[in-house]
């Protein structure tokens, strides 16, 4: 038999036999496995070796559970609405269906080409109005249950892609797919009321078997933090008052001086006529100012209102400022400030000349001769009237309820997680279905009448008023009230791209469904997701937008959990051969379909996975990839050679087997796929010396090839093949190890008479006393001539017999 191994013929061979006998047949009988992997955006740019990766590792996880005789449920779909594909189809001059639907045809045929156990009757494909039409349905509850509503608000807004972005989007003050910095537009929007989930979505993490650093940043961008707002009366109008939230309540007889945000309600107000000028000004040139300018900067600025307000707990008058480093949509978008202990109240009295109180000192002096704001703040109260000498810890906990018995403020909670802002002004989305009566309001499109298809236009290009493209189809827009029948307009917002991935993976066991978003009976038999494989980036957005959606559903009864993702694992990234971040501009994109052209899918599958630990990022090399073609011939020929020799099983080949089942299941349980690779070269090696000096057998071959299926499963099935089986090697159980059999069994010990060795004898390790002495008497018997006054046994070390 030929021992070189063709790629080609073999993976073309077993694609051609899945495709006609599936190995992961839907079968009820057996235990659930669902492996979900984060579907693409069909971009035009295809596939490239980093997409690979996760794909390539969910699907070994895959077929790792298949071989534990469950039934895996693992599909693939397309997040096909949104920014990306609009922008690319403005780009290329095509309409968006056009050009997304050549994506998909394209990206299919590379996903295909992975060679995995994608399920592909389950395919889901979020602009089919079929799928949208839950999408819409899931909005139309949320609007029942009063967690959709309207606003008008300064919003986020990307003057590049000409859209409204969610705070999720627009991180750090700049657009996150363009990088261009965010500005402010007063905009009608429609939101979705993720802030009642906050305290479910933060408690819910506790119970997930993700990854800490995912879950310590959606704590962070939930950002509960407990306090207190304290009112603080005007000083010429002493039955007004600001109000405002701290988290160091505390700190109060040391607030100096307070500080609203430029969009404060009560700036105007409080403006005396002599301020006047200076503080629109400043208003004005706030406004104007992107939000990264505002977050990151470094000089403080601010002006003085001219008025002041009363410190509530010593009446002390405080001096109320402007300054954009509040900010409007925090607390109350006013602050107390406390220069002693706050880096940016320090900056601020500082650059203004204004009074700063230390009110907690670490060890009781003074403190008043500070150099830098204490903003450790941990100690004994000083210069705090009854409060001094406590323990300010303690007096941080307490403070909130004092302050509400006191009067002059209450406990509360605060979020850094703000309403979802939902609605685009984009054409490429879902189309949001309400309908806007002059008499009625909003109302919901009926339910029978979804979905409300995305009509076709002939300009699809973002305007730069904010409108939709929608907005100047009239046919379109002009309907008639569900409710009363009277003349009336469509929305013409689109959903954002986040709307269809929120919840696809429900939608998958169950894509036939058209009464139903998902059958509660499938739901409770397929549903949830036990283990989700993406990249890192979706750490805040998409993975906190399913879970809200998720928690939304249960309430409502689609389905009886209310967190989507059980485990999850984010993969690292491949990057470009110097180890830069792949793009098309570098000309460094490394594309798979190369790679399988030359050295065949499962080359590629392994090599993905032996370029370093899975969830850390690692470059390209090609050097590599030939590597892992070379040891995937050499594990063929083995198998080749040795089968036909048909030679017995050692002990050493037994203890071989044992081992190599124990280090691959166990590396690949703990996720540290790399080097399964690597222990599959090193016992690969090991065989082939073994084959040298006599021959393999055909267990340990079998174990072998058992063993590498989830891998490379092409090469897997046709070694299993010339094995003489002629099931699938899918069809076989993982297999298991004997933790004896897996031990060094034998050791060398000396036997000696008086000290002195006369021979070395082979025991097995674990040996017990009167068998390794009755081994010793026998191996030097003809030397055992005296009287044996002492037996002297060491375990794994000597044995001696001392004679007179
Ligand atoms: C007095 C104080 C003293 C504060 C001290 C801190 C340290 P988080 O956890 O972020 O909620 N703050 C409140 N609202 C703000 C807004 N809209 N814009 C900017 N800053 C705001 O932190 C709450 C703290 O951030 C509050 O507690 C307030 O300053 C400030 F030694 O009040 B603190
Ligand atoms: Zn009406």
């Excluded at 080609?8 to 495709?19: D, I, L, N, S």
């Excluded at 100012?289 to 008058?317: C, F, H, M």
């Excluded at 989507?564 to 830069?580: A, C, E, S, V, Y």
Aim: net charge negative.
């Amino acid at each position: 038999m030929n021992t070189i191994y063709n790629h080609r013929a073999v993976e073309e061979k077993w694609r051609k036999v899945w495709e006609e006998k599936p190995v992961n047949p839907k079968d009820e009988s057996k235990p659930k496995y669902y492996c979900l992997d984060m579907f693409p955006y069909p971009s035009g740019a295809g596939l490239h070796v980093g997409h690979w990766r996760g794909y390539v590792i969910s699907d070994v996880w895959s077929r790792y559970q298949l071989m534990h005789g469950k039934y895996v449920i693992h599909p693939m779909g397309w997040d096909a609405f949104g920014l990306p594909a609009e922008n690319y189809a403005i780009k290329t001059g095509q309409h968006p269906s056009i050009s997304t639907a050549a994506n998909i045809k394209n990206i299919k045929r590379q996903v295909q080409q992975i060679g995995a156990l994608y399920d592909w009757d389950m395919e889901i494909n979020t602009t089919d109005p079929k799928y949208y039409k839950w999408t819409q349905w899931i909005f139309i509850q949320m609007f029942k249950h009063g967690l959709a509503y309207e606003k008008k608000m300064p919003l986020n807004w990307c003057p590049h892609c000409k859209a409204v972005l969610a705070n999720e989007e627009a991180e750090g003050g700049v657009c996150e797919r363009c990088g261009t910095p965010v500005t402010k537009k007063n905009l009608r929007q429609w939101m979705l009321k993720i802030t009642s989930y906050a305290d479910r979505l933060l408690e819910g993490l506790d119970d997930l078997d993700w990854p800490e650093r995912v879950k310590k940043m959606q704590k962070d961008w939930i950002g509960r933090s407990y306090g207190a707002e304290v009112n603080f009366p005007l000083k010429n109008d002493p039955d007004k008052h600001i109000t405002v939230f701290t988290t160091r309540p505390d700190t109060l007889y040391g607030a100096t001086f307070m500080v609203l945000a430029p969009e404060h309600e009560m700036v105007k107000e409080l403006t005396t006529p002599e301020q006047k000028a200076e503080v629109e000004a400043y208003c004005q040139a706030a406004a104007n100012k992107s939000n990264v300018d505002r977050v990151q900067n470094k000089e403080k600025t601010g002006v003085w209102t001219g008025s002041y307000a009363i410190d509530p707990l010593n009446n002390a008058e405080v001096p109320i400022w402007v300054s954009d480093y509040v900010l409007a949509d925090h607390g109350t978008g006013a602050i107390m400030c406390v220069p002693a202990h706050d880096q940016r109240d320090w900056d601020f009295a500082k650059k203004f000349g204004l009074k700063i109180i230390p009110v907690i000192s670490p060890d009781g002096s003074d403190m008043s001769d500070m150099k830098e704001p204490y903003v450790e703040a941990k100690g004994k109260m000083i210069n705090s009237g009854d409060w001094n000498g406590m323990d300010s810890d303690k007096l941080k906990s307490e403070a909130p309820d004092i302050i509400q018995k006191m009067g002059i403020g209450k406990r509360t909670v605060s979020y850094k997680l703000r309403d979802w802002v939902f609605s685009r002004q984009r054409y490429w989305g879902e189309p949001i279905p309400i309908i806007h009566c002059p008499h009625c309001g909003a109302v919901p499109v009926p339910e029978d009448q979804l979905p409300v298809v995305l009509p076709d236009v002939k300009s699809y290009e973002p305007t730069d008023t904010g409108e939709s493209p929608l907005a100047s189809m009239t046919d379109w827009v002009n309907t008639t009230c569900p409710v009363c029948g009277r003349p009336a307009k469509r929305e013409t917002n689109t959903m954002p791209q986040w709307a269809g991935s929120s919840w696809y993976f429900l939608r998958y066991v169950d894509v036939h469904n058209d009464k139903e978003l998902v059958s509660r009976e499938k739901a409770d038999k397929y549903l949830p997701v036990d283990m989700y494989i993406g990249g890192v980036e979706h750490a805040v957005l998409h993975l906190l937008y399913a879970r809200f959606w998720t928690k939304f559903l249960h309430d409502i009864g689609v389905v009886d959990f209310d967190e989507p993702f059980k485990r999850l694992f984010n993969q690292g990234m491949i990057l470009g051969p110097k180890g830069i971040k792949m793009s098309k501009s570098l000309g460094n994109v490394v594309s798979p379909d190369d790679m399988i052209r030359d050295f065949g899918c499962d080359a590629l599958r392994m090599y993905e996975l032996f370029i370093g630990p899975p969830e850390v990022d690692s470059a390209w090399d090609d050097r590599g990839i030939e590597g892992i073609s070379r040891f995937l011939n050499k594990v063929y020929k083995l198998v080749v050679e040795e089968s036909a020799k048909d030679v017995p099983e050692t002990k050493e080949l037994v203890r071989l087997r044992n081992q190599m089942i124990k280090t691959i299941t166990t590396r690949l349980e703990s996720f540290s796929l790399n080097t399964v690779v690597s222990g599959f070269m090193e016992y690969t090696n090991t065989f082939a010396n073994i084959a040298k000096k006599g021959g393999v057998d055909k267990k340990t071959l079998e174990a072998l090839t058992v063993l590498m299926a989830p891998f490379a499963p092409h090469l897997a099935e046709e070694m299993h093949e010339i094995l003489g089986y002629k099931e699938s090697v899918f069809k076989e159980q993982w297999p298991t190890w004997d933790e004896k059999l897996t031990e060094e069994e034998d050791v060398q010990m000396p036997v000696q008479i008086n000290g002195k060795t006369k021979k070395v004898i082979s025991l097995p390790k674990d040996v017990k006393k009167d068998d390794a002495l009755a081994a010793a008497k026998e191996a030097i018997a003809d030397k055992l001539t005296g009287n044996v006054v002492k037996e002297i046994f060491v375990p794994g070390r000597i044995i001696n017999f001392v004679m007179k």
